[in-house]
């Protein structure tokens, strides 16, 4: 049995959330949206559901951020999975749901993804030896 694609299926667990939360795409004011929809599923997850809704909405929100700041799904050293921007930057997009999910709107996805445009201007990291 062939392994399926994992790209293919985080873009179509995104997609799946895009169609749920009836965004038109994966911009700034789908994240707002997913805000309010993490706010308004918190107080309904157990820790059962909790992963599952994690990882379907941290595909949506990861591919807001592929599609907004130019990204791409990459994997981190440690096998994480998350976005890549401009080569030396690394985003946890379910680290980040994760987050929400537990401390609230002080750590809302709108808040990172507003941030991103000051991460984007600091200068590229250099890369160091071992």
Known sequence: MPHENPLAQLRQAAEAVRQQLQVN???????RRLETFIEEQRPLLTKET????VVALGAFFGECLVQQFKGEWASAPDGTTGVGVRG???FN???????????GLDES???????MPARLA?????????
């Not at 996805?109 to 507003?114: L, R, Y």
């Open 25 to 31: 795409n994966f911009d700034e004011a789908a994240v």
């Open 109 to 115: 996805v709108v808040g990172f993804f507003e941030s």
């Open 50 to 53: 909790t992963q599952g809704v």
């Open 88 to 90: 030396d930057l690394f």
């Open 93 to 103: 997009p379910f680290f980040r749901v994760a987050m929400q999910l537990e401390k």
């Open 122 to 130: 600091e200068p590229p990291k250099k890369k160091g030896w071992i």
